[in-house]
């Protein structure tokens, strides 16, 4: 029993010695090590000779009580060395030193391990974007890495990194005719909710607003409401969160271009009204797509490249590159020519001048903005749009217009841009209803064929036949032939003969546009191109349907 005793307080001993054993080295393992982790970034800089320079532009630019803030930040220290190197231009003035300062430090904590095989792209506090490697940041090199620290990481760099001109501020730094042209898209904007109210008028109830307050600039380009949100950021080339390619055309360039595609933007007119609309119309097209989504190499250009926001497929040569410029969001190239493509005469959304789709639910029958759709008559009719399934099992819709009892009965259609450009014309017409005969086909008896709503394409006036654009006199069906005799095939039930849809697109002829037709010119929609699908010259009910998938107008620069 004794020696039972001693062995249980013999274990109860080794027990108490083991835990005390296991607390002593979990408190090693916890304790912190890294003295680093007890440091400010401030306390750093500022006890590294090295980095004195910087340290004092800290302070001057009263960043070292930012540094002092709860927040992380990653800081690139430039040694004294680096600093001397700087142009004084740089650094010449508060404002300069402040943008300077804040170029070499991004909120959040950036580590090189986390970098992988592309730069990160990583915003600064003075909104500039850098680009962030492994052994880089902005093309300075790295030479002292990830010192973790309480409030975040700093890196020392053996160059400064000097504030990059984004795309828009290298461009407006020039004196090319680009430049002028995009400055003169710069307007004043009041908008009340920024303007300073005085008081409110006691007769009115308006409110009176101080002189000057209110008013902002907005660039027609940078703020253009042709773009989604997403793509206009991409265009903007003076947003610092996307990354491209821009080109600056050189003044011959520029010029050479407008001789080209003037043409295109022909306004009616020989005042000098229309002729500043066209030139100024012009300039726009040149511009409007010029930049590029992502850095391009000039010595690996790809074959084909699609402009931003509108499409448009250039075909870059590096032969005319004449100066490359590293900017803060990406890239800029001054060329002597551009290469792209204005069209063919084939369906290419990605041409210069687009191709139109006019739908054929997409009805505009108002002769201006106001008057009602005049021509619409379905008294006892039906008008209806449609939603059916190709054989290929795409699903399509069609505008649908039958008993309307009226003869040369139309649908006005407004294409919101029309260059002034030749255009091939097609469209489909797709029935898919009253597709038997009257009659049997066989004894042949009136009736025994299908009856047809003729419909034609007219521009500008649907009473007139514009030249080259007859009816169609059998649209929306298509035979059915046997492939062995070449002939109409015959239902063996009901004798008559066998019509289908006709899912294929027509080719219907050619047209000139006499001039550029856009519903933002300053007529509005009285400055559009009337298009008009024109049905039969007939009163009776099923020989004058309108129907309509589509219209295609394909440009033939």
Avoid at 343 to 359: A, C, E, R, S, V
């Amino acid at each position: 029993m004794k020696l039972m005793k001693q062995n249980i307080l013999l274990l109860l001993m080794c027990t108490a010695v083991l835990f005390s054993s296991c607390e002593k080295k979990w408190d090693e393992h916890t304790e912190v090590k890294d003295a680093n982790f007890t440091t400010q970034l401030l306390d750093q800089i500022n006890k590294n000779p090295d980095l004195s320079k910087f340290a004092e532009y800290l302070k001057q630019t009263h960043y070292d009580d930012t540094l002092r803030s709860s927040k992380s930040y990653t800081v690139w220290a430039p040694t004294n060395q680096a600093l001397a190197a700087v142009n004084p231009d740089l650094i010449d003035s508060d404002a300069k030193l402040l943008r300077f300062v804040e170029n070499h430090i991004a909120n959040q904590t950036f580590l090189t391990t986390a970098v992988g095989s592309q730069p990160l792209r990583i915003k600064t506090l003075n909104d500039k974007t850098v680009a962030f490697t492994a052994t880089s940041v902005d093309g300075s090199p790295i030479i002292s890495k990830d010192l973790y620290l309480a409030d975040g990481v700093l890196h020392v760099i053996s160059a400064a990194i000097t504030p990059k001109q984004s795309a828009w501020e290298y461009l407006m730094s020039t004196n090319t005719i680009q430049k002028q042209v995009l400055s003169s898209l710069t307007t004043m904007v009041f908008d009340p909710q920024r303007a300073e109210v005085l008081n409110i008028d006691p007769l009115t109830g308006k409110p009176n607003y101080k002189p000057g307050t209110g008013f902002y600039s907005v660039n027609k380009f940078l703020d253009r409401d042709d773009f989604s949100a997403q793509s206009g950021r991409e265009a903007d080339i003076s947003h610092e969160d996307s990354t491209f390619t821009y080109i600056v055309l050189t003044d011959a360039a520029f010029t050479a271009e407008r001789s080209k595609l003037s043409k295109y933007f022909k306004v009616t007119g020989t005042d000098q009204v229309s002729i500043d609309t066209t030139n100024n119309l012009t300039d726009f097209n040149i511009i409007k797509d010029l930049a590029f989504k992502g850095i391009l190499d000039k010595e690996n250009f790809p074959a084909n490249v699609l402009s931003v926001g509108d499409s448009v497929r250039f075909h870059l040569d590096k032969n005319a590159v004449v100066e490359t410029h590293q900017v803060s969001n990406g890239v800029v190239y001054v060329m002597s020519s551009i290469n792209y493509d204005l069209g063919n005469g084939t369906f290419d959304m990605y041409t210069k001048l687009k191709p139109i789709i006019i739908q054929g639910e997409s009805i505009n029958n108002s002769i201006n903005s106001d008057a009602s759709l005049s021509n619409v008559k379905l008294t006892n009719g039906t008008f209806e749009t449609r939603l059916r399934k190709d054989p290929d099992g795409h699903l399509y819709s069609y505008v649908y217009r039958v008993n309307h009892g009226n003869a040369v009965n139309w649908s006005r259609y407004r294409p919101a841009q029309v260059n002034s450009v030749k255009y091939k014309v097609f469209w489909r017409v797709v029935r898919d209803y009253a597709l038997e005969p009257a009659a049997k086909a066989i004894p042949a008896v009136p009736g025994s064929t299908l009856v047809y709503s003729p419909l034609r394409f007219a521009i500008g006036i649907p009473a007139n036949v514009t030249p080259g654009f007859n009816y169609v006199t059998e649209p929306g069906a298509v035979r059915v032939m046997n492939p062995v005799t070449n002939t109409q095939k015959i239902d063996p039930v009901t004798g008559k003969y066998v019509y289908a849809p006709d899912y294929e697109e027509r080719y219907l002829g050619e047209f000139t546009a006499a001039r550029y037709y856009s519903n933002k010119l300053k007529d509005g929609i009285k400055s559009t191109l009337a298009v008009y699908q024109v049905g039969a010259n007939s009163t009776p009910n099923g020989t004058n349907d309108i129907i309509l998938d589509y219209i295609k107008l394909v440009p033939v620069p």
